[in-house]
């Protein structure tokens, strides 16, 4: 018997179970892995003198918390929205927080807003945001900063003193307002709540897994998920007509799981490509009679690109001709080998036509979603993604939202930019009026006063005026930046940036070539090129012209595209430039290679040497001033510029780090002051000399690593 059955048998989590299965000294590697009869019946007599669960307790009664279930409301008209909106905004914008201040405008983290040729900031002024605000490219404010001698990485905070050189250079103000210690909780807690890190654990409890079907066209998808969701309606659980809004929530054994309709994996990346990245669990369908296709392995390799898990519904198992081995083998071919082939795919034998092996499969998906732990923090204010908006006559703008933290309750202010409105009325998939939606629910929203794009971004406000200043801003920044919509970028910089982040060196790559053989070779030629510090992932690799939808993966996954005797189809264009990927194309497969490994060591950090250029030794210290002195010096080796990097030593100490203020040569400020000559030196923020300390000044240069 099966550890994650006798677990459900006994009512205990399936976790739980392996790891006292384990202490208790028989070998087990996970909850699919098989116990024999004595075993279980000792684990079955314990549970039951435990006096926790006897053998026939449902197991619901134990199973972890889900998110709180929708709740529901009588099926009544909500109380519609204030004629006008003007109205409703004047009533709201004299909300108050605890704290009895009325509220300011913006969250937490959100500059003050610019005006024009003004920058305002509060908090760190990192290179990207400040390179974004002045619409630069991050590596050429870079370029910037090192001509001022300042060496700073995309991600690094920068000096005050220095943004505001550096934006003035540009033509821009920079005003820094310090952000207010104290109130920063106060701010937090009355707008928006964002960061996830800011949950507390006892807030957090399991929430239903988001899955989504992908796979070859006619395996099943569409099927499958009839299926699934009339069989749970006709079950009586639900007690409502499935609607199609785009997702919906199935519930057996008490528990409930969140299908996402995508019809494919195109679909399923150009959502990740808009930035929601929503799925726990992706199914690949394969049709048992038809084995693995083409375009079922183009989606695993979508969905091992979205890194999410993966799990095998063979389809079709009711036709004649099925052959299941046939499948299991080309899975094993693609490193997805069946649990009863020795691997750790969980592999799932169904029949849309039937039902047959349904309730397994959505056992199976509960069972991955456990071991997963999936969480959330009901306590929140709500926040999430939108999976469809559409215009309906009537209601206006209607919105599809699939709730990924916190709760959403009727009557919150919503922000999804750049709309932004009050959530009048939520419906769910089966059509039922809900007072709110949890974590992992899906909601049909009427409120927001524009109609959002699918993938975009929703956020719960404290208030409706908040959440419309908020949106207003976004929609300067929008003009400002002269852009149509919201634009993520994958250019090589931003590949950069993103490497930078994880501390990963790894260059994702898109292959695309005329012939299988081409992809082959040129697939083995990338893994071949050797490099210690920075590796090649190729996350896709086919025949044909270049998709759409590679330039959505591109873009969802922060890699680069390169073509071998290949064109682009037609809508690649806009696509390139919407999402700002880099497209390689080639005919000659050795220059493509010279270029990726450019790429790659475009990619490497420069290394940082220093140069030490002089010394030069105090002999006297004369004050010029209440507090500054000036150090008398001679020049024992090498020369002294002004514009150089100096460090004080003292014996062992460096006691001082920076730059020179002044450089004299007798009266006159010099530019450079060379070996055996007498000068004087100023320096930033140091005065404390000592006669015998010794100047050193170096420069930083960096140097291109190779490979
Ligand atoms: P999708 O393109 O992956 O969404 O595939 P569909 O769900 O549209 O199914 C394609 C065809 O296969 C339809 O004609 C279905 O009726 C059929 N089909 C789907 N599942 C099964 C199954 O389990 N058994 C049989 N015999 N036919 C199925």
């Known amino acids: ?93 004299e909300d108050k927080d605890p704290t009895g201040e009325t509220q300011k405008s913006g969250d937490e983290d959100a500059p003050t807003g610019d005006d024009g040729s003004t920058l305002r900031f509060q908090g760190p002024i990192v290179v990207k945001e400040l390179a974004a605000r002045m619409n630069f490219k991050p590596n050429r404010l870079i370029a910037d900063l090192m001509a001022m001698n300042v060496l700073a990485s995309i991600n690094e905070r920068l000096d005050v003193k220095v943004a505001q050189n550096i934006a003035r250079k540009h033509g821009f103000s920079l005003e ?23 949950d507390q654990p006892e807030d957090l409890i399991h929430r239903p897994p988001i899955v989504t079907f992908l796979g070859h066209v006619d395996h099943g998808k569409t099927s499958l998920l009839d299926k699934i969701r009339n069989s749970s309606v006709a079950s009586g659980e639900s007690g409502g007509i499935t609607q199609h809004i785009g997702a919906s929530v199935v519930e057996t054994n008490g528990q409930q799981i969140t299908f996402l309709d995508t019809p494919g994996h195109e679909a399923f990346t150009a959502m990740r490509a808009r930035g929601a990245n929503l799925t726990d669990i992706a199914v690949i369908i394969i049709a048992a009679d038809d084995g693995v296709m083409a375009q079922t392995e183009e989606a695993i390799q979508h969905a091992h690109a979205a890194e999410v898990t993966i799990m095998i519904a063979i389809n079709k198992i009711d036709l004649p001709a099925a052959n299941i081995d046939r499948v299991k083998q080309q899975l094993q071919g693609l490193d997805l080998a069946p649990e009863d082939w020795g691997g750790s795919t969980i592999c799932a034998e169904v029949s849309a036509m039937t039902g047959d092996g349904v309730g397994h499969l959505l056992d199976m998906i509960l069972l991955q979603s456990e071991v997963m732990e999936l969480t959330a923090n009901p306590t929140r204010r709500a926040q999430g993604y939108v999976i469809e908006a559409e215009l309906q006559q009537g209601t206006g703008p209607t919105s599809s939202l699939l709730v990924t933290s916190g709760t959403l309750n009727v009557g919150d202010a919503v922000l999804c930019k750049p709309h932004w409105g009050r959530v009048r009325a939520l419906t769910n998939d089966k059509g039922v009026k809900l007072k709110s939606a949890g974590p992992s629910t899906p909601v049909v929203c009427i409120g927001l006063c524009g109609v959002p794009e699918a993938g975009s971004e929703f956020q719960v406000y404290q208030n409706e005026k908040a959440a419309r200043v908020e949106a207003d801003s976004h929609l300067a920044l929008l003009k400002q930046e002269k852009l149509a919509a919201p634009k993520r970028s994958t250019s090589i910089a931003d590949v950069f940036e993103s490497m930078k982040e994880d501390e990963k060196h790894v260059l994702k790559v898109i292959l695309k070539a005329d012939t299988q053989g081409s992809v082959e070779a040129i697939r083995e030629s ?26 959505n993966l591109a873009s969802a996954s922060a890699a680069i595209v390169v073509a071998f005797h290949v064109s682009q189809e037609n809508g690649v264009g806009k696509a390139v430039k919407a999402h700002d990927v880099e497209i390689f194309m080639h005919s000659i497969i050795y220059e493509l290679l010279d270029q990726v490994r450019d790429l790659m060591t475009g990619m490497l950090d420069p290394e940082l040497r220093e140069r030490v250029l002089g010394h030069a030794e105090v002999r006297q210290v004369f004050p010029i001033s209440k507090t500054g002195k000036i150090a008398g010096c001679f020049v024992t080796d090498g020369r002294i510029s002004s514009r150089m990097k100096i460090r004080v030593k003292r014996g062992d100490d460096v006691v001082y780090e920076g730059s020179m203020v002044q450089l004299k040569r007798f009266q006159n400020d010099a530019s450079e002051v060379r070996e055996g000559q007498e000068c004087g030196i100023r320096l930033d923020n140091f005065a404390n000399f000592d006669e015998g300390d010794i100047l050193e000044v170096y420069e930083v240069d960096k140097v291109a690593q190779t490979l």
């Open 176 to 198: 820094y307002e310090k952000r207010s210690a104290t109130m920063k909780p106060i701010v937090r807690k009355s707008l928006v709540e964002s960061a996830e890190d800011d």
């Open 526 to 551: 990338l893994l071949n090129i050797e490099s210690d510090k920075i590796s090649l992932d190729v996350i896709l690799s086919g025949t044909g012209n270049i998709t759409k939808n590679d330039i």
């Open 1 to 93: 018997m099966r550890i994650y059955e006798l677990a459900k048998e006994i009512g205990v989590d399936s976790k739980e179970l392996l790891g006292q299965i384990q202490d208790f000294g028989v070998e087990a590697k996970s909850h699919m892995s098989s116990v024999d009869d004595v075993t279980a019946d000792h684990f079955r007599t314990s549970a039951a003198s435990a006096g926790g669960t006897a053998v026939a307790t449902a197991p619901d009664k134990e199973a972890p918390a889900m998110a709180p279930q929708a709740v529901v409301v009588e099926a009544k008209e909500e109380t519609p929205a204030p004629a006008s909106e003007q109205a409703a905004d004047t009533a709201l914008a």
